[in-house]
């Protein structure tokens, strides 16, 4: 199966899929994309724009995970941006992601932080630390996953540790507590992932993540 891992980050979500998946990666962040590399040497890493890249080419896919950016979407940014008596507006990249991944037809995940308003398109998985966008969600997820306390002290280290990650190379990334922190616990990642991509697209493709000369 070709999957398409957007905004790849140090690949969190990534972490426990099935070594037969095709994955290419997307990340603007050259050293992110670096360490994502070092992790995953297997999979086809592009340093690109992940949403010009959603955006054009997620048609070519057999299935799509994609993790837009949060910074303004989040509930602390949000707190934080109104004790600095600044506004904060949604980047619309988000939804832009969600409707055209919808539109095709085909298998997806469009995973985001919890909003600070109530979000435009309702998510159809909602766990501790995420809404999920996705054409197939599970019944259920088997299990409860746990995930650090986001506090100031808390180090990248702990974070690996909470979310089952290796920790990061030293050097390897610009902010590592913002790396590992914004990274997808791997089960939960697994999980949601495994329920979306494995049922057959809404319309049979040629490996195609729902392109319109389907058949």
């Known amino acids: 199966m070709k999957v398409l891992n957007a905004y790849a980050g140090i690949g969190g979500n990534r972490h426990l899929w099935p070594a037969e998946w ?46 837009p950016p949060c910074p303004t979407h989040s509930r602390l940014a949000k707190s934080v941006a109104a004790r600095l008596g600044r506004e904060l507006t949604p980047d619309p990249r988000l939804w832009e992601e969600v409707e055209h991944l919808s539109a095709l037809g085909g298998r997806y ?42 506090r100031k002290e808390t180090r990248p280290d702990e974070y690996a540790e909470a979310y089952g990650l290796p920790p990061l190379a030293p050097g390897a990334v610009r902010d590592p507590r913002k790396a590992m922190r914004n990274a997808v616990v791997p089960a939960e990642g697994l999980e949601i992932a495994v329920a979306a991509f494995s049922m057959e697209p809404a319309m049979s493709t040629n490996r195609t993540n729902g392109s319109p000369d389907a058949s």
């Open 22 to 67: 095709d994955v290419t990666a997307v990340e603007l962040d050259e050293r992110v994309a670096a360490e994502y590399a070092r992790r995953y040497p297997n999979d086809t890493v592009l340093v690109e724009d992940a949403h010009a890249f959603v955006m054009e080419h997620a048609h070519e896919f057999d299935a799509v995970w994609t993790s």
């Open 109 to 150: 995940v469009v995973e985001n932080v919890h909003t600070y308003y109530v979000p435009p398109v309702a998510p159809d998985v909602v766990t501790a630390r995420h809404y999920y966008w996705t054409n197939n969600p599970p019944l259920m997820l088997t299990q409860l996953h746990g995930t650090a306390i986001v």
